[in-house]
């Protein structure tokens, strides 16, 4: 199995349960990786990868590669256009 469809899965669990934010960040910043865990795959974000770091007000900052920063936010925009639908 590709590390893209376990990052997906293990993405969406996190959206279901609540672990990951479901609206954009305040503030977003890339860089190269400085060693963090990712808060969507829970893997290292290594030097030789890209970091997003998110802040979403209140304290709260997440760190995750650039490829799953990318999964999340997609995720994010189909279940809000999902909802925008179902409220129709």
Not at 49 to 72: K, N, P, Q, S, Y
Request: include cysteine; aromatic fraction near 10%.
């Amino acid at each position: 199995m590709s590390v893209f469809f376990v990052s997906r899965d293990r993405i969406l669990d996190k959206l279901d349960a609540g672990n990951l934010p479901r609206n954009g960040p305040t503030e977003m910043y890339a860089g190269y990786g400085r060693g963090y865990r990712c808060a969507a795959c829970d893997s290292t974000i290594t030097p030789y990868d890209v970091e997003h770091e998110m802040d979403f007000g209140g304290g709260v900052t997440c760190r995750m590669h650039l490829a799953c920063a990318h999964i999340w936010q997609v995720e994010c925009e189909r279940r809000a256009a999902e909802e925008r639908e179902r409220t129709r």
